[in-house]
């Protein structure tokens, strides 16, 4: 039985160009879904699977997320005051404790590979998440959690994939499948963003990894790959031999939030999800199909 996942990276250092002016001074992880950050979505997500400790990976103008995971002293007191208990557990109710947080700065934005590498002392020796908070999940079952009971089965690295166009492809980490039950694929490579005629398959890997700290060695080499980055695919496929590899077609629906449509999808789905709303947005969603 593979050792349990207890820490998540979540790398954060990216500067949101795709959503300017509105990231101009606002992390682009803080942009709201319906009343929720994107970061806070990502840890929730985490913890519900049994994450522990929470390792983000930040840069310059990122301290708004390091303060919406502190205590407010003064609105909660204020929220106290007024008897709104609701509120005031809302805003603290989903808070890691004290001492369950790191934070690392990634210096230079050298790629997604690199900003894994910069939590590799606070990782140390053991399985660990990664967690791209522009990816966002809705699913009756995180998606994270259902990752940790395949990873428990397998161990090794386990990605969340999905099916996609093979138009597509150059947009992706790809999986070489050598094994497929129609759940859970056993890759023998993985191919960064391959053009569609040598791509080996459709299945992508979106913002969801268990990885083993194997993957530290090749990370360590700092060596660049498509888009002159430190590709963190590229380590996984180095390991692959080594550490197994799996990838889990997760049950869910997974909304790119690192785009300007799929932030608007993810806003309008979750706000239907939600037994608060969701009449509600329905009938708004009805006077614009009129």
């Known amino acids: 039985m593979a050792r349990r996942v207890r820490k998540a990276v979540f790398p954060v250092g990216g500067m949101g160009t795709r959503f300017l002016p509105a990231t101009k001074a606002m992390p682009k992880e803080m942009l709201p879904v319906v009343d929720k950050p994107l970061i806070q979505y990502a840890v929730e997500e985490a913890a519900a699977a049994g994450i522990e400790h929470f390792i983000f990976v930040t840069g310059r103008g990122k301290n708004a997320i390091e303060d919406h995971f502190d205590h407010a002293l003064d609105l909660e007191r204020t929220l106290a005051e007024r008897g709104r208990t609701d509120l005031l557990e809302t805003v603290t109710a989903w808070m890691p404790k004290s001492g369950k947080v790191s934070y690392t700065r990634q210096q230079e934005p050298l790629g997604l590979g690199h900003a894994v590498w910069c939590a590799?002392?606070?990782?140390?020796?053991?399985p660990f998440a990664v967690l791209l908070p522009d990816d966002l999940i809705l699913s009756p079952t995180p998606c994270l959690k259902q990752m940790t009971a395949v990873h428990t089965e397998v161990g090794g690295h386990v990605v969340a994939i999905s099916d996609i166009p093979r138009d597509q492809t150059r947009r992706y980490g790809i999986l070489d499948v050598e094994t497929d039950n129609g759940r859970v694929a056993k890759a023998r490579g993985l191919v960064e963003k391959p053009a569609p005629e040598v791509a080996p398959s459709t299945l992508s890997i979106i913002g969801r990894y268990i990885l083993h700290p194997a993957i530290f060695e090749h990370l360590d080499r700092m060596e660049?790959?498509?888009?002159?980055?430190?590709?963190?695919t590229d380590a996984i496929s180095r390991t692959i031999g080594m550490v197994p590899f799996h990838g889990l077609r997760f049950d869910g629906i997974?909304?790119?939030?690192?785009?300007?449509?799929?932030?608007l999808e993810a806003n309008i789905a979750f706000a239907l999800a939600r037994d608060d709303m969701g009449d509600a947005v329905r009938e708004a969603l009805r006077r614009f199909t009129l």
Do not use: N, S
Not at 120 to 126: A, K, M, N, S
């Open 120 to 126: 590799r002392d606070l990782v140390e020796d053991e």
């Open 224 to 232: 660049k790959g498509a888009g002159d980055e430190i590709q963190l």
């Open 254 to 263: 997974r909304y790119d939030c690192g785009d300007k449509v799929g932030w």
